[in-house]
């Protein structure tokens, strides 16, 4: 191999940041994101110890294996958002109510930090549609505008009938029965 025939650096780094900008583009990338990121301060902070000088703060609940859990679901969700987004919107409610279930269960869901990656995460997640292609994109272009609004119509402001009549002449369109003035039925199914 000369050097002219190998890929450049610049090249192959160029195109590894294009198609990784392709790959984030097709599924929630900032909602997986966010929700892999609230579930690692959910499950490390109810073990976490805090040494200041001599003095140890364990900051341990009498949930801890539920925080553990929650904040491994939590992860695995954000990377269901990743590999299968069609399941989206499953993710994204489930980040919703363990994020909720965290303020209780995890410290105030680990000082609201993993509550709110988790909260917006998951909104995130389920709000995501895909986009549309650019080759579906290009044939819309090709049509004419068409338009959205017409002239003025002006509407009599006297109440009427659906013959035209004025309900106040006394023809006898004006009752009360329930039934229609263009073929005389009520909508239910006659007997017979």
């Not at 690692?40 to 703060?57: C, E, K, Q, R």
């Not at 997640?125 to 895909?130: E, L, T, Y």
């Amino acid at each position: 191999m000369s050097a002219e025939t190998r890929p450049r650096l610049i090249e192959t780094a160029g195109q590894k940041r294009l198609s990784f900008r392709e790959w984030r583009g097709l599924r929630p990338f900032w909602g997986g994101l966010l929700t892999l990121l609230a579930g690692i301060p959910i499950m490390y902070l109810p073990y976490a110890n805090l040494t200041i000088g001599s003095l140890t703060v364990r900051m341990a609940t009498t949930a801890g294996a539920g925080s553990l859990i929650i904040g491994v679901l939590l992860v695995v969700l954000g990377l269901t958002m990743w590999f299968q987004p069609a399941s989206r919107v499953f993710a994204g409610v489930a980040a919703i109510l363990l994020s909720l279930v965290s303020l209780v269960v995890s410290n105030f869901g680990a000082f609201l930090v993993g509550f709110l990656l988790g909260l917006i995460g998951g909104a995130l997640g389920v709000s995501w549609a895909p986009g549309k292609a650019a080759a579906e994109a290009k044939d819309g272009a090709d049509e004419p505008a068409r338009p959205t609004a017409g002239p003025p119509v002006f509407v009599d402001a006297r109440p009427t009938t659906a013959t035209g009549h004025d309900p106040e002449s006394g023809n006898g369109l004006d009752d009360l029965s329930g039934t229609s003035p263009t073929n005389g039925t009520n909508g239910r199914h006659r007997a017979g």
